[in-house]
Every structure is written in C-alpha cells, then in structure tokens.
C-alpha cells in the first residue's frame, strides 16, 4: 500500500487482467463511504465552506510535507502547476463545496443517488474524451450498478419533493466530479502523488476561502470534542488517504472502472450511519448490492 501511495503518474501503467489493485480499491471505498458519516457529525458545529476550506487546508500542507519526507517534493512546472490547481479546484472545491451546500435542502438520499451517476456518465464520456472503449459489459454494469443503487435508496425516495436549487447545486458538483476525474486521466500529471493531491487540496481550499467568508459566519463555528474529531479524520483518512488512494486507482485503471466503484458508496455509507449515527437501517436496503457487486463486476472486467 505504501508503494502505490508513493507512485509518481509518470510512472503508471495501463491495467492488464488480473492487475486491478483490490486491496487499495476496498480501502478507498470504506474511507470514501465513511466520509458522510464524518461530515453529518462535523455539521453540526460547523458550517459547510468553512469546514471545507479549513480541511483542505490543512490536509494540503501536510500532503506537501509528505512529499518533501519521502523525497517527491521537486519544482513543478508553471503549466503543470496550474493544471493540478484547476483539478482541485473541480475535484475538492466544486465537488464538494456544491454537494455539501445542496444537502442543506435537499435529502441525503436524494444526493446519494444523483452523485452515484457519476459512474454512468464518466463511461458514457470516457469514449470520445479519453478514447476509452465502453462495450456492452461495461454499459450493462455500469446500469446495474445505477438499478442497485436505486433499489438500496428506494424508501427514502418515495414521495418526496426535493428543493430545485439544492438539487442543482449537487448536479454542479457532480459534474465538477465528472469533469476532474476526466480531465486528470487526461492530462497525466507527472508531480508525485503526495504533491499532485497537496496542491489540488490547497486549491480548493483557496478557491472555497472567498465564498466561505462571504456566505458564512465564524460565530457559527461551535468548538467540540466532536468536531475536532470529525475533522480529522476527515483530513488525514479522508482527503489524504482516500484522495490519494483515489488517484493512485486511477493511475492503474480505467476511468470508467474506477468510477463504478462509487455504486458502492451508498450501500455502504447506510452501513455507516448505522453503525455511527444509530440511522435505522433495513436488511432490504442492502438487496441493492447484489446488483452493484454484478455491475462493479462487469464494468471491471478486463479493464
């Protein structure tokens, strides 16, 4: 796990069968599921871009000590530079500050199901932006995983008459998702891992500053044990590890078969409300795997 953490993109090579990193994909999904549990605890004592700036913050300079520990802090080039900014800016700020800032109206389940398109549309846009080849398998895995993903959520869906601003500021952060995950098979940036996600995470964080100070108040930041928890676990588990663990998959795998892996994080983020938040949860909510697991199953088959 250490070595792919530490793996430069220079230096990543195409999947071939039987290659796909398990084990850094399993660790990336509980990390990544167990984020919005997280994230409901820290809210509750502060407001979304302030908690996002802070977090990015800090998560970006410690990534970047990282690099400077393990040897991959070396100059980037300007353009390089601004490339990685851009990223995080579409990966951290907009991803997450327009999802985070949606769920203030619209429901958790509602933004699970929206954000868990995200799969079916990188595999419909990785063709003709990275060349990538959707077959038949890959197409009815990638449905599979949407139907699963449906059918996990479907009690919380019943009925219900979600805000239209709140739902659109999450369809703006999971195009930011789309957008940066495509644009980083794209342009392949060469800096290490830790330095590529340190500079995207100061990035964003930048970028969220000005609209975190203008929308929000420091008077509504409450000071407790549970929120310094939160966050860092947020920082060190979520916006380092998974990120990096998430870029790292990426340098191994297609776009489209390391985005089926986010049908998990529905299932699996119910898992944690339960076992975290004491959400209720019923046994038919979990039926929805079967088809996710097929889905996941086809879409990265000989990927």
Partial sequence: MKSSLALPAAAATPTTAGSTPWGSIALFCVLWSSAFAAAKIALRDCPPLTLLTVR?????????????????????????????????????????????TGMETVSSAFTSVLVSTNPLLIGLLAG??????????????LCL????VVLVLRS???GMQEDLQGTLYVAIGLLGLVAGTLAYK?????ASLWSATGVQAL?????LMPFALHYESIEQV?????LFGSVAYSIVLVS???YALWFSILNRTSATSASALHFLMPPLGLLFGWAVLGEAVSWLDMVGIVPIALGIWLATRNA
Avoid: D, H, Q
């Fill in 56 to 100: 990015f913050l800090i998560a970006g300079v410690l990534m970047l000590g990282m690099a400077a520990v393990t040897g991959g802090l070396r100059r980037i080039p300007p353009r390089e530079l601004l490339c990685l900014a851009g990223l995080g800016v579409l990966n951290n700020a907009m991803y997450l500050g327009f999802s985070w």
């Fill in 128 to 141: 003709p932006v990275l060349g990538e080849r959707l077959g038949w398998r890959k197409l009815a895995g």
């Fill in 145 to 148: 995983g949407l139907l699963g």
């Fill in 240 to 242: 380092m590890g998974c």
């Fill in 222 to 226: 409450r000071l407790t044990a549970s």
């Fill in 156 to 158: 919380r869906l019943t």
């Fill in 186 to 190: 794209r342009l392949k940036p060469r």
């Fill in 203 to 207: 990035a964003g964080s930048l970028a």
